[in-house]
């Protein structure tokens, strides 16, 4: 098709659908979609993140939600790309934005489409997404007086911004429990919303939950992945960026962005009002006082994909002569006197763990539970080459990402994308076999990609540490050679000892519903279900959308994640604030078929 035609066949599709929704007719929108076809939203039509598998549903769960949300005004879009063609020869297919409005606010929809014999287009998988809140109203750039208009009569800014920080005399709308990445951006896009935030973070200075981590911690995505709304990267920033530049952008980004930060403040839990939808939450502050907040909203930015540390009892740990920690407690090789560790783990943790003790001249082991999945981090990133490319705006390629999570297509991808790379990197994978290391392909052969998006963990992304391991710097054992851990390291069950001074568990992190447990009960628990785990939909459980409980949302995941993710959680919030979500659209308490964590199996009974 030429450019002409594809714009023809763009506009020609758009107007078909909107008659269909309008009308609200299945027999003339069944035509225009695929069968399989595909519909993910986030926000725009249901006020939450859903998707829906096969043509039947589709057109079904479309004319249900025009309905109730009216979308309207459909227009290809004149600030996304004009429609085209991606891909070539029988993995071509048209892509096209469009513009649209709902009672609500605005919107975009994403197209992939295939052309029929006749030119006219097939939607196979279609992406809606909120972009904006009829409700919000926006101040320009610098809302600035033209003279010496200070607002705050007999203080100074800075006093002035002090007072307003204490709440003292006024109840935020939202306090967001974190002040991490998460937790910086949401509060920055309630503010540019108009909402009241405050930040509640544990730790003396913003940034600390990167500061304090092990030293040999960086990013092993680009740069160009890891961009935040509102505030760029300086050009000099290295392309991998190091934990404590991390931690550094953040408190660099809280203070530019003006957000309300409470810093070694203690999040205790709270108790939700049905009758006044508000909350009753408790925190303790810097100087050891208790003080009672009433938000509506709670955000929980608290962590990527997991929770507590995962602590598992292993035979004879209890009996081990010297320190057990966790990963997250470690910190770098020079704080200790280590001569011989074991790492129970051979995930991202483990191995940066192991390199960093191992530079530092410790003795290292490696205890493999279970297969992991292993990569160069180079081709790792050509999973993300959209990022990469200077041709591409982010904003775009975050766009894309989300019709790529539309979960068959993402599986499919997915598979393609690790048989690529198990080729790209077979050399090194053999050699890694030849040292003991077990190898796997993830769920279904989905890879890395798959197991980040399920439980975070279960493979590396190779840095260096995997070439160590091939020279046996580092060694590995399996977790079924050792019989028992005794006070001076492990006995195996060949008879043989494996000495130690310190055993580090690199065992990753609970279910974050166990924080949920915690801070606001079991109840709560079973209303919500899993988070950050893969529900029956395939959308990510309880992160970014609504939830079980109404008022309480969580973020996460990866920056390139929660970048997008954070603008549509605001919103979202935003458009409960206003009362603007229909209540059948409100989100019922947790009923899933969805594999549960030991934690809410305990919550439920």
């Given amino acids: 098709m030429t450019d002409v035609n594809i714009q023809v066949a763009a506009a020609d599709w758009v107007a078909a659908f909107e008659k269909a929704l309008e009308s609200r007719d299945a027999a003339q929108l069944t035509p225009i979609f695929c069968d399989p076809a595909y519909f993910r939203d986030n926000g725009a039509l249901t006020f939450d993140y859903r998707q829906f598998h096969g043509r039947d549903e589709v057109v079904a769960k479309l004319l249900e939600l025009a309905a109730l949300t009216e979308p309207r005004n459909f227009k290809i879009s004149d600030k996304w ?19 649209f409005e709902t009672k609500a606010g605005s919107a975009v929809l994403l197209l992939n489409a295939i052309a029929a014999e006749g030119g006219e287009l097939q939607a196979r998988a279609i992406f809606t997404r909120i972009e904006d809140l009829h409700t919000i109203d ?114 660099l980004y809280a203070r530019y962005m003006d957000l ?22 408790h925190v303790r502050t810097a100087d050891g006082s208790e003080r009672v907040l009433h938000p509506r909203h709670i955000v929980m930015a608290t962590g990527g994909i997991g929770g507590k540390p995962s602590m598992p009892r292993l035979p ?45 001249g410790v003795d290292v082991t490696m205890i493999q539970r279970g297969a992991v999945v292993i ?81 975070g963990g279960g493979y590396y992304l190779n840095t ?32 043989s000892f494996l000495e130690a001074d310190v055993v580090i568990l690199a065992t ?21 279900g899993e988070v950050a785990r893969l529900d029956a939909e395939g959308e990510w459980a309880n992160i970014w959308g609504q939830t079980g409980q109404r008022g309480l949302w969580f973020n996460g995941g990866g920056i390139n994640q929660m970048r997008p993710g954070s603008e549509r959680l605001a919103l979202l919030i935003k458009a409960d604030l206003d009362g603007v979500i229909p209540d059948v659209l409100r989100r019922k308490p947790h009923a899933s078929s969805m594999a549960s964590s030991p934690e809410l199996e305990k919550a439920e009974g």
């Fill in 81 to 99: 790309p004009a429609p085209h063609q991606m891909g070539e020869g029988e993995a071509a297919f048209i892509e096209a934005f469009f513009d």
């Fill in 138 to 251: 926006r101040p320009p750039p610098f809302p600035r007086g033209r003279g010496y208009e200070p607002g705050y009569p007999g203080q100074t800014w800075l006093q002035n911004r002090d007072e307003a920080r204490q709440y003292a005399d006024a109840e935020p709308d939202v306090i967001v429990i974190g002040a991490g990445q998460s937790g910086v951006v949401t509060a920055a896009y309630l503010r540019r919303f108009g909402v009241s935030v405050l930040n509640i973070d544990r730790y003396e200075k913003v940034g600390d939950s990167w500061n304090k981590r092990y030293d040999s911690l960086s990013l092993h995505n680009p740069i160009e992945m890891n961009g935040f709304p509102f505030l760029a990267f300086p050009p000099h920033y290295p392309e991998y960026l190091p934990k404590d530049l991390m931690g550094e952008w953040l408190d």
């Fill in 260 to 281: 309300n930060v409470w810093s070694s403040t203690e999040f205790s839990g709270a108790t939700f009002d049905e009758a006044t939808g508000r909350w009753t939450a």
């Fill in 316 to 360: 004879g740990l209890d009996r081990f002569a010297g320190p057990v920690m966790h990963s997250s407690q470690y910190s770098r090789s020079s704080d200790y006197d280590f001569k011989k560790a074991i790492i129970v783990g051979v995930a991202t943790s483990a191995h940066d763990i192991a390199r960093n003790l191992s530079e530092g």
């Fill in 375 to 455: 990569n160069n981090v180079e081709t790792a990133n050509l999973a993300y080459a959209g990022y990469i490319d200077p041709e591409i705006p982010t904003e775009l390629v975050d766009i894309r990402y989300g019709i790529g999570l539309i979960n068959p297509l993402r599986e499919k991808a997915s598979q393609t994308y690790h048989k690529m790379a198990k080729d790209l990197d077979g050399a090194l994978l053999k050699q890694l076999e030849a040292r003991g290391l077990k190898l796997g392909d993830g769920v279904n052969g989905q890879g890395w990609l798959d197991l980040f998006l399920r439980t």
């Fill in 464 to 495: 260096g540490t995997s070439e160590m391991i091939v020279d046996g710097t580092i060694k590995i054992a399996q977790y079924d050679q050792i019989e028992t851990f005794v006070p001076e390291g492990a006995k195996l069950r060949d008879g």
């Fill in 508 to 528: 990753g992190y609970q279910s974050r519903i166990s924080e949920v447990i915690d801070f606001f009960g079991a109840e709560v628990g079973k209303k919500i």
